[in-house]
């Protein structure tokens, strides 16, 4: 089946410091990627989509300067969460599809101190 | 845009039991619904999905059922266990191509007690 990881699968970082997440499909190509950040016993909510050789389609409300996407190849895309604050502690999981199933990433903690 | 309701919220039931989660969506364009199991901490994992062209699908003790004109669907866990216990999100998808954008419920927290 298809398989998507991430890394890193934890991160602690201090205020103001860059954090970045890999995602990568490991058996298929994905020429779409998506971003999503989950809260404790909350929904996934969709951050943006990653396109592959142009610009990530973000949602209302998510900041693009913030969290900085780059899909450079068909099995790689990153998140960049730039200058991050304590509110930006939370579970990112990325997912790539193979024609209309998403198949999900293992998730990145990550904790702004 | 797409916008998908999920009920109950939460839901107990004893082991051996059935559990019956619904979704309802808005968007008639929609024509594919993944159902995702997530246990804490790690990712969503795909346990069955439908499409438009199907009633209803069924995959040992989980089937899946869907009423295009009533535009829902539902998730029917039979002889509940245990390790059943996790939280379920429903999904439309309003496209059949490659990497559909899905939008998901606000999920399901099912307690299977032993």
Redesign the interface.
């Known amino acids: 089946g298809a398989v998507v990881s991430q890394h890193p699968s934890r991160v602690i970082c201090k205020s103001g410091t860059s954090v970045k997440i890999e995602c990568r499909s490991l058996d298929f190509q ?5 971003w999503y950040r989950q809260f404790p ?4 909510m ?1 951050m943006a ?1 990653s396109n592959e050789g142009s610009k990530a389609t973000y949602e209302q409300g998510v900041e693009k300067d913030k969290f900085l996407i780059n899909h450079a190849s068909l099995t790689l895309s990153t998140l960049t969460v730039t200058s991050a604050h304590p509110e930006d502690s939370s579970f990112y ?1 990325c997912s ?12 990145t ?1 990550l904790l702004v101190l | 845009g797409e916008n998908v309701e999920q009920h109950p919220s939460t839901l107990s039931v004893q082991e051996g039991d059935s559990a019956v989660i619904k979704c309802t969506y808005s968007d008639s364009a929609s024509n ?1 619904f ?1 159902w ?1 199991k997530q246990e804490l ?6 346990i069955i ?1 439908i ?1 438009s062209n199907v009633g209803e699908k069924k995959d040992q003790r989980i089937a899946v059922t869907l009423n295009k004109t009533a535009k829902h669907f539902s998730l029917h866990i039979t002889e509940t266990q245990p390790e059943d216990s996790a939280v379920y ?1 429903c999904a439309a ?1 309003p ?13 399901t ?1 099912l307690t299977v007690k032993p």
């Open positions: 994905a020429t779409t990627m998506f016993k909350q929904s996934l969709l989509t999981i790539a599809g193979q024609q209309e199933t998403q198949y999900f990433g293992p998730g903690r | 594919y993944p995702y901490g790690k990712r969503p994992q795909l999905d499409r999100f998808s496209t059949n191509t490659n990497a559909g954008k899905s939008t998901f419920g606000d999920g927290t």
